[in-house]
């Protein structure tokens, strides 16, 4: 855990719930009413309502989200109960001498010596220095849960293998005891023959990993399941089509739908679902399929093999979003909107990852292909090529898509050139390439001429490169200048302009520093380590700055193993077994499961011979690889130390900017260009969202003083305590708390019997506090304690405070 220095005089905020018994015994002239077990902002209580030493009513800046106001009114203590002492003109516990903020009991602060109740004076409600400094040297995750099948009878049991990217989004599903968290949407497939699969759809609660909803299975009556029954690869995308979150309403999830199931190369449709709530257990209904409003008639694309998938963004600033699947745009109906022709790319259609990004600043998207900067006209519903679009004659190889500022290359009549992005591109050599071939990455301006490569990815001596994944774009190296990851057939590598024999002029301040192992790679590659993706050699890889240091660490599953790159190195530095066969699929960096600690989501699943070495020989330490090891795996820190991270990441050309993180798009011109936020400048990174790199929970715990607690008495009872978060991040639903009672009155807290358990229920931003309680039976003579995260779960600034005064304590002797 991570307990912080000397923090005596912490700024806090809000009235601390120990306060209530020391107010009454000043002489409180007003009343109050007891406050609902809801989320409060720490300077709620259930009693008087705080005043100023002059005795003035104090308002309070912050508002309830779940407890009513009180009133009162308090003058300045002259004298106080016997177990209690005056602090700042109000009588306090006394809580005992401290020398730090973890010397002091449950909700309470070190002031000069002394425990003070958080909110004593009333400004002073959390602890600006709470943050994670002791991050590890490693990344070294433990399994938060996992899936495997269904099991038992279940017709679907052998539907486990994934070859989509998992997304994560907040579906606003009922969550039992706690609150909403977010999910996680895969196609699970099951092999049916020479490469042809049968896929369905299916959502997983991202605490648990247990199975939330599913569409398009074989337990379905058979003209159902081809209803809904998508394509085995494809990448899923969710938003809020239809605007109806802010209401209780789900966002809904895009995707594309297999169509003949005896033909894996007869065209596919785009196809949405929605979430039915309306009864006891919510179901997926199909919405729509992509169609021609005309006439009704579903638009084919692709094909069943596609492993591509749709973005959703506002196109015409409506706040009505899109779906786009390459060059062919949707309304939030499915209503086709325009007549372009669907792109083939790689063989039986695999598919291409273009993007849509508003790369001329004037609040209009473009879409970003290898042949064309298209804005959408949203009164001719199609693309229009800008004007500055000016590439040199002669075919563009086709490619995946990037898009980041890496340098003063895009040069457009009245923009700045430091504000303009650059596209990248990793390509095979031809549309239809085999997995035998080898691709490039370059990059271009978004007028289209190249700039940097063609680079063949590298091979080192073996036969072949491989096409090519989908670019992920990050400062690896902390120079300030990004560079380029992405994946072949036989190493993944980190592509970097700057390592050329001449420095770029056009990327200030940029630097190759190799590491001693990587010194003799070609140019323009920062370095490159062996992996193995023979299958297909198109996975994606993500990003993620674990440790908070400002440089991005690279995330890539191939076909063997799940590995963390250093960004600037390429050194493993965490590994652990993870079976593919592999598509256009990558592993995700985001929340899972609402705690507001970062989780990593890796698919496994092949239906094919994969020859894997039984440990990692990039990082031996990594376990013994698991054969036929199917469905994900969720990662996390075992005690939260990573960065913090969103909890969204909701579809494969993901960026930062484009989506809330409740899973809404923003109009098209209240879109950040990600390449101008501080702080980005990446592409398929997550990041750690409002409250920053390294921000840190403090839980607190304390008894509420009633009349079921003062004084401690025997028999059944129910006691209240009051959880508050005086960190400077939030703290995620489900905190355990227990309540204790000793034999003997001076007996310490530890060796006394838990006599009932509760849990918080919703998430705790800092300044806030939520009442929970439990009922049990109390024997009398002893003391009664409350503790907080008695398993020490949770990354908490001061978990020396885990621990509340006693009853025998808080509660003033008459």
Not at 184 to 213: A, H, K, S
Not at 297 to 318: C, E, K
Not at 738 to 748: A, F, V
Request: aromatic share 8%; glycine share 10%; charged share 20%.
């Amino acid at each position: 855990m991570h307990v912080q220095g000397n923090r005596r005089r912490a700024r806090l905020s809000s009235l601390s719930i120990a306060l209530l018994p020391a107010l009454i015994a000043c002489g409180d002239s007003g009343s109050g009413s007891d406050s609902d077990a809801g989320i409060t902002t720490a300077s709620q209580t259930s009693g008087p309502a705080p005043t100023s030493s002059s005795g003035e009513p104090v308002e309070s800046s912050s508002s309830s989200t779940g407890a009513p106001e009180t009133t009162g009114s308090l003058e300045p203590c002259e004298s106080c109960a016997e177990n209690y002492l005056c602090k700042y003109d109000v009588c306090i516990p006394d809580l005992g001498p401290c020398e730090s903020n973890g010397d002091c009991p449950g909700d309470s602060y070190c002031d000069d010596g002394t425990c003070v109740p958080y909110n004593v004076p009333e400004d002073q409600g959390h602890d600006p220095e709470c943050k994670k400094d002791d991050l590890p040297d490693g990344i070294k995750p433990a399994l938060q849960c996992k899936w495997t099948g269904p099991g038992g009878a279940d017709p679907t049991s052998a539907y486990t293998h994934i070859y989509s990217t998992p997304i994560v989004a907040n579906l606003n599903l009922p969550g039992g005891s706690l609150a909403s968290t977010p999910s996680i949407i895969v196609t699970t497939w099951r092999d049916n023959g020479p490469m042809d699969r049968y896929g369905m759809l299916r959502v997983f609660d991202g605490r648990t990993c247990e199975e939330q909803l599913r569409a398009g299975g074989p337990d379905l009556p058979e003209a159902e399941k081809l209803a809904d029954w998508p394509t085995y690869g494809t990448q899923w995308a969710v938003a809020d089509l239809d605007d109806d979150l802010l209401d209780g309403g789900h966002p809904e999830i895009v995707g594309l739908h297999r169509v003949d199931p005896d033909d894996p190369l007869a065209p596919a449709n785009l196809y949405a679902f929605r979430i039915d709530s309306d009864g006891d257990t919510p179901t997926l209904t199909r919405a729509w399929y992509g169609r021609d409003c005309m006439t009704e008639s579903p638009v084919g694309l692709a094909s069943a093999y596609a492993n591509h998938g749709p973005s959703i963004l506002d196109l015409d600033d409506d706040g009505a979003p899109e779906v786009i699947m390459d060059q062919l745009v949707f309304d939030g109906d499915g209503c086709l909107l325009n007549d372009e022709e669907d792109f083939w790319y790689l063989e039986a259609g695999l598919g291409m990852m273009s993007a849509v990004v508003d790369v001329d600043l004037d609040g209009v998207p473009e879409l970003v292909r290898h042949d064309r900067v298209a804005r959408w006209d949203a009164q001719t519903t199609e693309w229009v090529n800008e004007e500055f679009w000016d590439p040199p004659p002669g075919p563009a190889r086709a490619g995946h898509i990037g898009v980041a500022n890496l340098g003063l290359y895009s040069q457009v009549d009245g923009l700045a050139a430091e504000d303009l992005p650059e596209v990248v591109l990793v390509s095979a050599s031809v549309p239809d390439a085999s997995q035998e071939d080898s691709g490039s990455v370059r990059v271009q301006t978004i007028t289209g001429d190249i700039v940097w490569g063609p680079k063949p990815l590298y091979a080192g001596d073996k036969p072949y490169a491989g096409r090519g994944g989908p670019p992920t774009i990050s400062d690896f190296d902390g120079d300030g200048q990004v560079e380029i990851a992405t994946a072949g057939a036989y190493y993944f590598a980190v592509y970097d302009p700057d390592c050329e024999a001449e420095p770029a002029p056009e990327r200030p301040g940029g630097a190759c520093e190799r590491a001693p192992e990587m010194a003799d790679m070609p140019d323009g590659v920062l370095w490159a380590q062996p992996s193995q993706d023979f299958s297909s050699n198109i996975t994606g890889s993500s990003i993620f700055d674990f440790d908070g240091d400002g440089a991005g660490e690279a995330v890539y599953r191939d076909e063997c193993y799940l590995r963390v790159y250093d960004g600037a190195s390429g050194a493993v530095v965490f590994s652990t077994p993870a079976l593919s066969g592999t598509g256009l699929e990558y592993p995700v960096i985001a929340d899972v499961d609402g705690d507001f600690a970062t989780e990593l989501v890796v698919a496994r699943g092949a239906d094919m011979d994969v020859d894997c070495p039984l440990v990692d020989p990039l990082f031996p330490g990594s376990g013994q690889f698991e054969p036929g090891a199917t469905g994900f795996i969720v990662l996390r820190d075992p005690q939260d130390r990573w960065a913090m991270s969103r909890p969204v990441w909701n579809q494969h050309a993901y960026s930062i900017t484009h989506v809330t993180d409740d899973a809404r798009s923003p109009k098209s011109s209240e879109v950040a260009a990600n390449w101008l936020t501080e702080g980005l400048n990446n592409f398929r990174q997550n990041v750690q969202g409002e409250f920053g790199v390294l921000a840190l929970a403090d839980i607190t715990v304390e008894l509420v003083p009633d009349e079921e607690l003062c004084p401690p008495l025997s028999g059944e009872h129910v006691i209240t305590a009051k959880v508050c978060n005086r960190g400077t991040a939030p703290a995620g639903p489900g905190i355990g708390v227990e309540i204790l009672q000793t034999e003997n009155k001076d007996d310490p807290y530890y060796t006394g019997d838990v006599v009932c358990t509760t849990q918080t229920t919703q998430a705790l931003p800092p300044d806030t506090c939520e009442q929970v309680s439990c009922a049990g039976e109390f024997g009398g003579g002893g003391n009664i304690h409350v503790k907080v995260d008695p398993d020490d779960e949770l990354a908490d600034c001061h978990p020396d405070n885990n621990v509340g005064a006693g009853a025998l304590t808080i509660c003033p002797k008459q």
